[in-house]
């Protein structure tokens, strides 16, 4: 019985296998990376393994949350410690990234949606570089997508048992790294904008069994084991002890956000809004969960920018990718729920009468979007070598330093060509074949005219 539920769920889940494997050709041949924040957090989990805690020159836990670096202190117990076993740990998190961003734009948009999703955000040179590269971040935002995850069904299925489920998982996010907050922000828009359809109701017994855990966890470790106290986690050093910077360039973030992801990801953003617009009577739950997604990336980039602009702080402005790297996965489903929209309007249409080709045609517009960015990614990858720097002019940046060098470049392209062409059968592959009646009638039609 069991060796035949594992069965079905390869089959039903064997296309993210497939763009999962075609990531993994994408970043694991990439070399590694350093900066100054991975060599601190690098002696943070390094010191676990002698004195019990990360504590590293500038302090005890250089005022971090403490699980990643116990994560990457049993895998350096496990393998050895090295640097490149810790880089090892961020690209298998960022390859679970790829995962949880599938889960999530399957519960929210659809299984289309989730895929491509998923293969933009294994692509995005932001997020590969993020996982070469030896930092918790990839930590923090896997369990913080695994959260939404399981609070999206909470609300949908409106049970307790998964809100204390939900609850669990924000814990663990939040004592990985304090940027999970941002999580909070798509989950209160989700239940704003579908408070009218949905049974889901907050109540203080939700409220209770969703924070609990969070108490819990805060307390023993700070109140605790960490002979802190309880809110000195949350008095980070960006915000006691800043550094200013005087005249930020105003349109950072943009600059930034366009570097580090491409032009394409953005124009198959703005296309897929477009379209949701132009058709809300037949997408009208798409619209709102695109609100949903780019309310979040608006939320996020508004309060990096009210740091910056407002109160002139460096490190949201040279360490935007960091401060903003939560945003990656909403633009990606943003621009991939093309695919699920694509899918309701050719459905929608009735092929016994006169094809309306504008539908078909918008929508094969969107989905060659959704492969330039993938395209434009892969070529990114191949031409950026040594240091890599996503920022504003030749200061503000956040740095990746190369640590050890990339495989030969014609295995590099090769490999990454490989994983890019697994990527694309992944998405397309099984729905031409399920599809394969109405695609041959569209394109008999299409050779008529």
């Not at 002696?43 to 116990?70: C, K, R």
């Not at 579908?194 to 017994?205: I, M």
């Not at 550094?243 to 600059?255: K, Q, R, S, Y």
Request: aromatic residues 14%.
């Amino acid at each position: 019985m069991e060796g035949k539920r594992a069965q079905a769920f390869l089959r039903e889940h064997s296309q993210i296998i497939v763009v999962l494997v075609g990531c993994f050709l994408i970043a694991a041949p990439m070399g590694t990376y350093t900066n100054w924040d991975a060599q601190l957090e690098y002696e943070a989990a390094a010191s676990i393994l002698t004195h019990g805690y990360p504590i590293v020159t500038t302090g005890l836990m250089i005022n971090q949350p403490p699980l990643g670096f116990y994560t990457s202190a049993a895998t350096f117990a496990t393998f050895g410690l090295n640097y490149l076993n810790g880089v090892g740990l961020a690209t298998a998190f960022g390859l679970g990234c790829v995962a949880a961003v599938y889960a999530l734009g399957t519960v929210l948009y659809g299984k289309k949606t989730g895929l491509a999703a998923a293969a933009l955000f294994g692509f995005a040179p932001w997020h590969v570089y993020m996982s070469r590269i030896f930092l918790i971040d990839n930590q923090y935002l896997f369990l913080s997508l695994l959260f939404l995850t399981v609070a999206v069904l909470a609300v949908k299925r409106n049970s307790d048992k998964l809100v204390l489920g939900a609850g669990v998982v924000f814990a663990l996010a939040f004592l990985t790294k304090l940027f999970a907050v941002f999580t909070l922000i798509p989950l209160l828009l989700l239940i704003v904008l579908n408070r009218k359809n949905g049974a889901f109701k907050l109540s203080r017994k939700k409220a209770l069994f969703f924070i609990l855990p969070t108490l819990i966890l805060q307390a023993v470790w700070f109140g605790g084991f960490a002979n802190q106290h309880f809110f000195g986690v949350y008095l980070s050093s960006d915000f006691t002890h800043p550094e200013l910077v005087a005249n930020p360039v105003p349109e950072f973030l943009p600059i930034i956000f366009i570097k580090s992801a491409g032009w394409f990801l953005f124009a198959a953003v703005f296309f897929s809004l477009a379209l949701a617009v132009a058709y809300r009577k037949q997408l009208g739950r798409f619209l709102h969960l695109d609100l949903v997604c780019l309310g979040t990336v608006a939320a996020i980039m508004a309060l990096d920018m009210l740091l910056v602009l407002g109160f002139h702080l460096t490190v949201p402005y040279v360490s935007a990718v960091k401060y903003n790297y939560f945003a990656l996965p909403f633009l990606c489903l943003a621009a991939a729920s093309i695919a699920d929209k694509g899918g309701n309007l050719i459905g929608s249409m009735e092929t016994k009468k006169k094809i309306d080709w504008a539908k078909p045609a918008l929508v094969l517009a969107g989905l060659i979007l959704i492969f330039a960015s993938l395209v434009e990614s892969t070529l990114f990858l191949n031409a950026w070598y040594g240091f890599v720097s996503f920022g504003v002019g030749s200061v503000t940046y956040y740095g990746f330093y190369l640590n050890t060098p990339a495989v030969e470049t014609s295995i590099l392209v090769n490999l990454h060509f490989l994983g890019l062409a697994l990527a694309v059968v992944g998405l397309v592959a099984p729905f031409v074949y399920l599809n394969r009646q109405t695609v041959i009638h569209c394109i008999f039609r299409l050779l008529r005219r």
